[in-house]
């Protein structure tokens, strides 16, 4: 250790004498070389301060014992098997529910107009596709006497909604009358009838053929139309609402022909099967009897004149009879006509019947009270009217209503009247001509 500073002093001593030995020595010089100086010891000091650190830190480290730490002994931990990142579970995207498509059956999607037609829509695809129970075909032209002749205006063919929205599906030739007698949701095709020139009473008509609602075509059929003494007419509904046509006459020797119609076959209405022996039952001396509706228990409504009395009886399966009403022509409501039974309600018509035999009003029989059905006043058909079954749907009543005995001699107006809550749509209204039209609804079809 004596040595090392032994060393050190000796080197301080050349370089304190290297420095006496500067010839010269000016002020700035000498500012110069004194801070060079300093500087230098500085440095040399400084030098010699780490030499002896280090030595002494040498010195101990030889003068040390063997401490060097043994190596710790690092266990390797088993490497952690990362946590998976949650993923997030996202919901299925939704697939879009495709539109839903309807067949187009080809209609042309016009509308006529004219004055001589009611208001109306194109028909769509989709209205095509809803229609169902509730809904009519309606053929529809007018026709009214200038003075000279007797002019029409177009022939239209309706689908019209229970709500009475009225679409348009074709218009017709205009030359030749068309009726529709039957036709079901979805077919482009009705059952009808066709007549040209004057031959327009029903006994013109030979065959039921088809009337293609999409392009007008008319195909004849096979099955021929019963022929009746002088006429047949539609008369009341069957237990599904369908109607029941009646052709013959009044009298006891001639019973009346009753019939269906379904795809255009005839078919004979079950509960006329026995007509002869049920009308020797009711008949008795009366001037004649006429069979009028049946009732879900299988008995049956027959309307009786005698005289200037006239009876609605109903003549159970047993052979008893029940007087449902009863009165003379010159009543108020005295005289019956047509009837049906609709959702359990019995509807009559009836009114005064003078020399033209006319009832005038439509009224629902309960318990020997007659109660006029809704929306068949005179502010939907003005003047005496006579009214027609042209279908049901459930407790609903769709009836044309038209003035007149012959029941042709003023428009017809289509109203459905639902007789559980007295509620009614007029469905085709009275025609803007007035009551100077003496045709408008020709023929209805009602889908039960």
Same mark, same amino acid.
């Given at each position: ?205 030979? @065959?039921?053929?088809?009337?293609? &609602? =999409?392009?007008? #075509?008319?195909?004849? +059929?096979?099955?021929?139309? /019963?022929? *009746? $003494? ?109 009837? @049906?039974?609709?959702?359990?309600? &019995? =509807?009559?018509? #009836?009114?005064?019947? +003078?020399?033209?035999?006319? /009832?005038? *009003? $439509? ?86």
């Amino acid at each position: 250790m004596s040595e090392l500073r032994d060393m050190f002093h000796e080197r301080d001593a050349r370089l304190a004498a290297s420095l006496r030995d500067a010839d010269e020595f000016d002020v700035p010089g000498t500012r110069t070389v004194v801070k060079r100086r300093r500087r230098v010891r500085a440095a040399v000091t400084s030098v010699a301060s780490v030499l002896v650190v280090a030595a002494v830190g040498a010195g101990a480290y030889a003068l040390a014992p063997d401490r060097a730490p043994a190596p710790v002994a690092v266990t390797p931990s088993a490497s952690a098997t990362p946590t998976p990142t949650p993923s997030i579970s996202t919901s299925p995207t939704a697939t879009p529910s495709p539109e839903p498509t309807f067949d187009d059956p080809g209609f042309a999607g016009t509308v006529t107009e004219s004055e001589h037609l009611p208001s109306a829509e194109a028909i769509t695809p989709e209205v095509w596709a809803s229609a169902g129970s509730g809904w009519s075909l309606v053929t529809y032209q007018e026709r009214w006497y200038d003075g000279e002749d007797w002019p029409t205006g177009p022939q239209v063919v309706y689908l019209i909604s229970p709500h009475g929205d009225r679409y348009q599906l074709i218009e017709l030739p205009g030359d030749v009358a068309y009726e529709v007698y039957g036709w079901e949701p979805g077919a482009t095709a009705a059952t009808a009838v066709r007549t040209s020139g004057e031959g327009l009473a029903p006994e013109a008509f030979s @065959t039921f053929g088809t009337l293609d &609602l =999409v392009t007008g #075509a008319y195909s004849d +059929g096979t099955e021929d139309i /019963p022929e *009746g $003494l002088g006429w047949w007419s539609r008369l009341t509904l069957d237990e599904a609402g369908a109607p029941v046509f009646r052709a013959g006459s009044l009298g006891f020797d001639s019973p009346s022909m009753y019939f269906t119609l379904d795809g255009g076959t005839t078919a004979a209405w079950p509960p006329a099967a026995d007509l002869p022996v049920a009308l020797s039952q009711v008949q008795s001396d009366g001037d004649w009897c006429l069979l009028r509706t049946s009732f879900p228990d299988g008995s049956r409504a027959f309307d009786c004149a005698d005289g200037d009395h006239t009876s609605l009886l109903r003549l159970d399966a047993d052979g008893g009879t029940t007087v449902l009403h009863s009165g003379s022509y010159n009543e108020s409501l005295g005289a019956t006509g047509a009837a @049906t039974v609709v959702g359990g309600h &019995l =509807v009559v018509e #009836a009114g005064q019947a +003078g020399y033209d035999w006319c /009832p005038t *009003g $439509l009224y629902e029989l309960d318990g020997g009270t007659l109660t006029e059905v809704p929306g068949t006043g005179d502010e939907v058909h003005p003047g005496p009217s006579i009214w027609r079954f042209a279908g049901s749907s459930g407790p609903v009543l769709y009836t044309e209503v038209t003035a007149g005995c012959g029941g042709d001699s003023s428009p017809r107006v289509l109203v459905a009247a639902d007789l559980d809550t007295g509620e009614w749509t007029e469905l085709v209204p009275f025609p803007s001509g007035g009551i100077d039209i003496v045709d408008s609804v020709t023929s209805v079809v009602v889908v039960p």
